[in-house]
């Protein structure tokens, strides 16, 4: 286990996979990936077999590799709208990418069930077979946003002797046995166990759902990047903007996402606060507003055969109940650093909310620029959003990014084509001529001015 190379990237998840993909395509450059699964794709290995994507597929994985067919789906609560790739074919495109794109470049050696340190120290997390990577320029630390996923986490309350918890991944193979289901989490695991259970038979009835704080969703329905979607999307992406401008606060910020169809949420009379990104189609909001013994007093303390302890409440259960456990954090909330900094660049959001995109952009700095001043001018990450709050934080970091981004000529070319972006390209590529067009993208560019414009009074009103 010794090893020597240009790069050692601690993590084979999708951000730290994205960072060695464009190093391929940039550099001639040598990588040591290390990941303590025993596979790449990260949490995808431990992921739920219904699990899909928040938003279309060419948004996530690596620059080099798309990701499904690009295809619109004809079924579903997601027809009409381009794909969402499930959990057995992301985990599948990952595996293929390290096989096909990274290992056989020979300039890439990938360490499964290998515990790796900034100090290049390597120890195998089977044989405790200790070594080292004698790193020649810098140490990628791509994951600092590990995330426990409803698999591997230890839930934060008590389960009693024949009650019923399970993690997503057992539904299919345990939901025929129960009567009644208990889903406790109101995040985007929530939601897609929620739908599950309703695109699979089960009536709203039987399903009783623990939703200690309401969130606000993104409506998927204008996060299409397809150029038969242009009108709508680049319309609502300046709505969003005037939204941006105009808003005196959080709250009211969200009810003028709310206004023009960008976000969503379960019930018009409740105000949410909790904003994790989570994306769903109307179709599936539509399922999720059919149930309607929704639990909104806090979060569970412990489960019973014959009841439901919440902090202040007692609610009856029937011992035939199954419990599924959605309560593990998504992304865990961490302080920002710089992400280059010296011999370590740290892998973090850039631009919202987009993970994969942010992680290549910095291998395509880190291959074209000398300094670390150079390369955090593009990339001042953004904090993780927990609450609208932390979301109206972020905007002024998420667009000083893409201001200075569109103002260096070497990054503006690189982003303008660049696939996970989806958005710049279609731009860039949209017909001088075709007025209607010209006409959205001038209005998204001036309501993104505006929205600059009024972000101190935003910031102020936290």
């Not at 206004?259 to 105000?271: H, M, V």
């Not at 973090?348 to 952009?361: I, V």
């Not at 000083?400 to 982003?415: G, I, L, P």
Request: charged share 20%.
């Amino acid at each position: 286990m010794q090893y020597e190379a240009d790069y050692l990237i601690i993590g084979a998840g999708a951000m730290g996979l994205a960072f060695a993909d464009e190093m391929l395509t940039q550099t001639e450059r040598t990588l040591v990936i290390a990941d303590t699964r025993a596979a790449p794709g990260g949490h995808w290995n431990d992921a739920y077999c219904f699990v899909k994507l928040h938003q279309p597929s060419i948004f996530y994985g690596v620059e080099s590799t798309p990701l499904g067919r690009g295809r619109i789906e004809s079924a579903g609560p997601n027809a009409g709208f381009m794909e969402l790739a499930e959990g057995p074919e992301i985990l599948s495109y990952f595996h293929t990418l390290m096989r096909d794109r990274l290992l056989a470049s020979g300039r890439v050696i990938f360490l499964p069930l290998t515990e790796a340190a900034p100090d290049g120290a390597l120890r195998h997390v089977l044989s405790g077979e200790t070594g080292q990577v004698t790193v020649r320029r810098k140490v990628v630390d791509a994951s600092w946003y590990t995330n426990p996923v409803p698999a591997t986490h230890t839930p934060k309350f008590t389960v009693a002797p024949g009650a019923h918890l399970v993690p997503p991944n057992a539904l299919p193979r345990l939901a025929a046995r129960h009567e009644r289901f208990t889903v406790i989490g109101a995040g985007k695991t929530g939601v897609d166990s929620c739908v599950w259970l309703l695109e699979n038979g089960v009536s709203s009835d039987r399903i009783r759902w623990v939703v200690p704080r309401d969130p606000w969703f993104i409506n998927r329905r204008y996060t299409q990047p397809g150029d038969a979607f242009f009108e709508s999307t680049f319309s609502n992406s300046a709505a969003q903007r005037r939204a941006m401008a105009e808003a005196s606060d959080a709250v009211d910020l969200a009810r003028r996402m709310e206004a023009c169809g960008a976000w969503l949420r379960l019930n018009p009379d409740i105000d949410p606060t909790l904003f994790h990104a989570a994306t769903v189609s109307e179709g599936e909001l539509a399922l999720l507003r059919t149930i309607t013994d929704i639990v909104r007093m806090g979060r569970v303390t412990a489960i019973h055969p014959d009841r439901l302890n919440l902090h202040e409440v007692e609610l009856p259960a029937t011992p035939d109940t199954l419990h599924v456990d959605c309560t593990a954090t998504a992304l865990p909330v961490r302080p920002l650093k710089p992400v280059f900094s010296g011999n370590l660049i740290t892998l973090q959001m850039t631009r919202f909310p987009m993970l994969p995109f942010s992680a290549a952009l910095a291998a395509f700095l880190e291959a074209s620029f000398e300094t670390d001043e150079q390369m955090n001018a593009f990339t001042a990450p953004l904090p993780l959003t927990d609450t609208i709050f932390d979301y109206i934080r972020g905007l002024p970091t998420d667009m000083a990014n893409r201001y200075a981004c569109s103002k260096d000529r070497q990054v503006r070319a690189w982003v303008a084509n660049s696939r996970l972006d989806g958005y710049t390209k279609i731009v860039r590529e949209t017909d001088p001529a075709d007025t209607a067009r010209q006409a959205v993208i001038r209005e998204l560019g001036e309501a993104a001015m505006a929205a600059a414009g009024n972000m101190p009074r935003l910031l102020s009103s936290l």
